[in-house]
C-alpha cells in the first residue's frame, strides 16, 4: 500500500495550508489515516488522525486549528492547517492503516503504511 502525499510549502505565520495524501495498491479496507510530524532534532509525533467510524483526534498543540478529513470513497484523507505557526515546521507524514484482501475478499492481513513526508515550514 502506498501512500502519496502533497500540499506542504512555505507560508507565513498565521497562513493556511492544506495537505492532501492518497492511498493506492491493493488492500481491502483502510481502517484508520492520520497525520504526523517530525520538527528538526524532535521525534515524531502524532498530529491527527480519523477512523473509519469519523472519530477524531488530534494533539492538543493543533486542536481548534487543524481539522482531519477523509474521503473514504477516494482512500484519501486531508489536513487542513490554518493559525500556523513557526512551531508547526516540519516533515508531515500521512499513515493509513487497515487490512490487505484475504481469501475470497475477506480481510487478511493488517498494514501499516507511511508516506514519505511532505515538508511545511512557517516563517515568523
Known amino acids: 500500500v502506498q501512500l502519496q502525499a502533497s500540499g506542504g510549502g512555505l507560508v507565513e505565520a498565521g497562513g493556511s495550508l492544506r495537505l492532501a495524501c492518497t492511498a493506492s495498491?491493493?488492500?481491502?479496507?483502510?481502517?484508520?489515516m492520520g497525520w504526523y510530524r517530525q520538527a528538526p532534532g524532535k521525534q515524531r509525533e502524532l498530529v491527527a488522525r480519523?477512523?473509519?467510524?469519523?472519530?477524531?483526534s488530534y494533539a492538543d498543540s493543533v486542536k481548534d486549528r487543524f481539522t482531519i478529513d477523509r474521503d473514504s470513497a477516494k482512500n484519501a484523507v486531508y489536513l487542513q492547517m490554518n493559525s500556523l505557526k513557526p512551531e508547526d515546521t516540519a516533515v508531515y507524514y500521512c499513515?493509513?492503516?487497515?487490512?490487505?484482501?484475504?481469501?475470497?475478499?475477506?480481510?487478511?492481513?493488517?498494514?501499516?503504511?507511511w508516506g514519505r513526508g511532505t515538508l511545511v515550514t512557517v516563517s515568523s
Open positions: 495498491g491493493s488492500f481491502h479496507s483502510i481502517t484508520t
Open positions: 499513515t493509513g492503516g487497515g487490512f490487505l484482501v484475504g481469501k475470497g475478499w475477506s480481510p487478511g492481513r493488517a498494514f501499516n503504511s
Open positions: 480519523v477512523n473509519n467510524e469519523g472519530v477524531e
